[in-house]
């Protein structure tokens, strides 16, 4: 069993920064890929990032690649995602979640956490 806790969203005028944190429960975080998803009212969950348990492989969405970057800390058993030169188009509810193995697909993660809000003004 994972518990996942987002934190760090708030609100950011565009070309700004935000840097997210999932802090997980449980001695088995370790095993888990970890994916950033993001998603506005109406529509689908949206792949951000991910990354494998080794934390030597991760993938980003081309809409965020070379803007954010995704990251863990086994000694804080924590997943952070650096958002970098934010736009309006990022304004999103930003989620975390756990899985066996890295994927873009929501279906895929075992467990989410919360959600935390992230609004980019122009």
């Known amino acids: 069993q994972v518990q996942l806790v987002e934190s760090g969203g708030g609100s950011v005028q565009a070309g700004g920064s935000l840097r997210l944190s999932c802090a997980a429960s449980?001695?088995?975080?370790?095993?888990?890929?970890i994916g950033w998803f993001r998603q506005v009212p109406g529509k689908e969950r949206e792949f951000v990032a991910n990354i494998n348990w080794s934390g030597r492989e991760t993938s980003h969405a081309d809409s965020v690649k070379g803007r954010f970057t995704i990251s863990r800390d086994y000694a804080k058993n924590t997943v952070y995602l650096q958002m970098n030169s934010l736009k309006p188009e990022d304004t999103a509810v930003y989620y975390c979640g756990a899985a066996g193995s890295r994927s873009s697909r929501t279906s895929v993660y075992d467990y989410w956490g919360q959600g935390t809000q992230v609004t980019v003004s122009s």
């Open positions: 449980g001695r088995t975080f370790i095993r888990y890929a």
